[in-house]
């Protein structure tokens, strides 16, 4: 095995590898499909809300499904989910891609494609992160979730560039591209990772929602808060890239490579920034919290700016800003949630924050299409409000001070959970 067992203090490149392969998919489940959706939109006779239905068929069902599959992942193990999702990833990508080729009328049979894709991507990234959790530990751990978030933005980056170049096979040809990544990412996660072994009993589904409840009784305010910034940075993004995929083909035939370079520019940004946050917060949570602040103030304030502006050059620019601000928002959150909340609560607040993400993704690009039929300038503004709500809340209401201990008696504490099972154990005997 090409790892130590459970809780390794050393990166090891075949596990990382095939890690890292699965974020990377999941991200080109929809950044890969946005530079082409005005030529799928052409060739298919649908509108431009059908083709914005793409993206969100994809990210509403991952979104519903996430706290599913991390419930499944901590009872029955991460590999059980990840390996079926991947394959579910690739089979979704068949049927759109068969459908596209042989069907005289083929969207309705894409769709259901996408829903399987989707319901396939619930099993993938989060599952992934919590296994590089399970099998790293100390330094080694923090490496590891660095280089597999480096994968997710170095997907970000390529995937326009990518989805044009598949394209020009022909333009369903990206739907079998999904299948050609999933399967050797299967077959390495089955091969190169050795998951550890389970110490503690699974918790049972009364259990599991529980301990839902315990934690947002406790923690609700600066958890909700949180999650709407995440969900608010990924739904304008992508949000703007459709919007920006469509003026660039209808306004100045800007398609083909050129157009995915461009795309990419605001991706890139992010990406950059992302790592680079990642690597200077560390544990330094009222810098995490500015950060926040600071970012969603930087994807709002272009945008409210481009309401007025209508120079392409400059619009570019702008939303360069807004890479920028999402790239410091993003990781901040991503270490804030996982570790202001103990191991065995980390699973249910995790596996949330990633259903709010995907449900961001999903509904950018149909308000976006709805806000463009109504006013540019409603758009832009309307977003960048979004964006300064989330800044005003998370000024407020993120904490970033440790939670005070709780009683031997509060629901939820570790001695309370443990005379409960206890007891629970004395019943079942009886």
Request: net charge positive; with cysteine; hydrophobic share 55%.
């Amino acid at each position: 095995m090409a790892h130590k067992a459970s809780g390794s203090s050393n990166v090891s490149l075949l596990p990382l590898i095939a890690l890292g392969s699965v974020p990377l998919i999941m991200v080109l489940g929809n950044s890969m499909l946005i530079p082409i959706l005005p030529t799928m939109q052409n060739q298919l006779h649908i509108s431009k809300f059908q083709a914005s239905l793409m993206i969100t068929l994809f990210s509403v069902p991952a979104g519903i499904i996430i706290p599913l599959a991390g419930f499944l992942s901590d009872r029955y193990g991460r590999k059980i989910v990840i390996i079926p999702a991947l394959l579910l990833y690739a089979i979704g990508g068949l049927v759109a891609g068969f459908a596209a080729m042989f069907l005289s009328k083929p969207f309705l049979m894409i769709m259901i494609g996408r829903v399987l894709q989707g319901l396939g991507a619930a099993g993938t990234a989060p599952i992934a992160m919590a296994l590089a959790g399970d099998i790293f530990q100390g330094g080694a751990r923090s490496k590891a979730l660095g280089l597999i978030e480096a994968s997710n933005g170095l997907g970000k980056v390529l995937s326009p560039v990518l989805g044009v170049l598949i394209a020009m096979i022909i333009w369903y040809a990206a739907f079998f591209a999904f299948p050609a990544l999933c399967v050797p990412a299967a077959l390495a996660i089955w091969f190169f990772i050795k998951e550890p072994k389970q110490t503690k009993e699974p918790q049972k589904v009364k259990e599991y929602l529980h301990s839902l409840r315990t934690i947002f009784r406790r923690e609700w305010k600066w958890l909700l808060t949180s999650y709407l910034a995440g969900a608010s940075a990924l739904f304008i993004l992508f949000g703007v890239l459709f919007y920006l995929s469509q003026i660039l083909e209808d306004r100045y035939q800007i398609d083909g490579l050129l157009k995915g370079g461009i795309l990419a520019i605001p991706l890139l940004a992010m990406s950059t920034v992302s790592y680079i946050t990642g690597i200077k917060i560390k544990k330094q949570k009222k810098l995490m919290k500015t950060l926040i602040i600071i970012g969603m103030l930087l994807i709002g304030t272009p945008l409210a700016l481009a309401s007025f502006i209508k120079n392409t050059y400059l619009l570019l620019f702008l939303l360069f800003v807004t890479g920028i601000g999402t790239g410091l928002v993003l990781p901040c959150l991503n270490m804030l949630i996982t570790s202001a909340v103990s191991r065995e609560e980390r699973g249910i607040v995790t596996s949330l924050y990633g259903s709010v993400r995907f449900l961001g993704v999903a509904v950018g690009p149909p308000v976006f299409t709805w806000l463009m039929e109504l006013s540019r300038m409603l758009m832009f503004l309307s977003v960048a409000s979004l964006a300064a709500l989330s800044a005003v809340l998370s000024m407020f209401l993120i904490r970033v001070s440790s939670p005070p201990p709780l009683s031997p008696l509060t629901p939820g504490s570790p001695y309370f959970e443990f005379m409960r099972r206890i007891a629970a154990k004395k019943k079942s005997r009886a």
